[in-house]
């Protein structure tokens, strides 16, 4: 069984074909980066642009890299949401085109499950486990119970820790991405307890018997340390030193909270007859700092670490031709897909049901 994925919910144009075995036959994945490097950020508006211009090509490219015709395809799966709105509906209807047109199932593809269901493709973990999700625009703890049933037991109140990263490499003077070259500079710095002391950052909500985040306020630390600083240009050292302490603070932030979200998760769901999972995803999985601190943690915790491979670790197409794949074997070989009419969502929370809490609602 063959399902072809596109993923166009922000700045990649991406398309995979991946079978029911697990095996990536093809993974193509277009980065907007140069496009919106210009602008400290991604502009919807041009990003949608760049998807129309390119999906046709991109798909082109992975049925040839897979080998195989769309008649071989028993399903299409596409990204219908949470993301740009504009992108989001070129990759949707690209995928409803293709199925129509080859009577296939469609599968609209909630993009946050893409991501937590990678670690079943890569490592065939089972249901249920942790997932921090921590992305540019999403920070959230979930327990993935089953396919498509999520309980949120932590999320972020107003910015994401990949914002934090995106915003505080802007106020620093380092180029778009934020996370990635915050990283890089912040290997200069050759004495990480010395960064700690002069740059000393908060830990927002740290003692709130929550799972839930908060990173505006670590951003304004980072606002505040760069005004005292001599006017002019910034110095290199400088800039080093305060991203290494940027980044301990959010490696420490993030496990302190999932270590809490451990607690309750071993409380509902344990005890286990196997060390469960703690499943680390979505783009800022791919910084060192981060995924070291949270192995530890794991490790702590008698849990077993998953997190993607660089390759998977972004936005891709594999990771939505998986979830396809997944929906499509859950739901039997009659079941027809998802209707045509679906509508594209630039909110779709993997947890419905989870109590509104205020200035988290964009993000959940």
Not at 150 to 171: N, P, V
Not at 312 to 321: K, Q, V
Request: net charge negative; proline share 6%.
């Amino acid at each position: 069984m063959n399902v072809l994925g596109i993923e166009t919910s922000c700045d990649e144009t991406a398309a995979a074909i991946v079978n029911d075995d697990g095996k990536i036959l093809s993974n193509i994945v277009l980065s907007q980066l140069k496009t919106h490097q210009v602008y400290g950020g991604v502009v919807p508006e041009i990003a949608a642009r760049e998807h129309l211009e390119h999906i046709d090509k991109i798909i082109a490219a992975a049925l040839k890299d897979a080998g195989i015709t769309f008649e071989q395809l028993d399903g299409v799966a596409a990204t219908c949401g949470p993301g740009l709105i504009g992108g989001v509906m070129i990759g949707m209807m690209s995928a409803k085109a293709i199925a129509s047109v080859h009577n296939i199932p469609f599968l609209a593809i909630n993009h946050l499950e893409g991501h937590a269901l990678t670690a079943r493709l890569t490592d065939k973990i089972k249901f249920p486990y942790l997932v921090l999700l921590v992305s540019g625009g999403h920070t959230q703890l979930l327990i993935a119970q089953s396919l498509g049933q999520y309980h949120r037991i932590g999320t972020t109140l107003d910015d994401a820790a990949g914002e934090c990263f995106d915003k505080s490499a802007k106020l620093m003077g380092l180029p778009y991405p934020g996370g990635p070259n915050i990283e890089k500079i912040a290997k200069e710095c050759t004495d990480q307890e010395a960064a700690i002391a002069r740059f000393q950052l908060p830990s927002p909500m740290k003692n709130k018997k929550t799972c839930d985040f908060s990173f505006s306020g670590l951003k304004t630390s980072v606002r505040l340390h760069i005004d005292r600083l001599p006017e002019g240009e910034l110095e290199r050292s400088d800039v080093a030193q305060l991203s290494c302490a940027l980044e301990i603070k959010i490696a420490e932030i993030l496990a302190n909270k999932s270590a809490r979200a451990i607690n309750q998760f071993k409380e509902t769901y344990g005890p286990f007859e196997s060390p469960p999972g703690l499943v680390v995803c979505g783009g800022v999985s791919a910084n060192r700092t981060i995924a070291q601190q949270l192995q530890n943690l794991a490790l702590e915790n008698d849990m077993t670490f998953y997190a993607p491979p660089l390759s998977l670790s972004g936005d891709n197409g594999a990771m939505i031709a998986w979830a396809g794949l997944e929906k499509l074997l859950a739901n039997g070989e009659n079941y027809p897909g998802d209707p045509m009419n679906f509508a594209a969502r630039p909110r779709w929370p993997l947890d419905p049901d989870a109590a509104p809490l205020h200035g988290a609602e964009v993000k959940a």
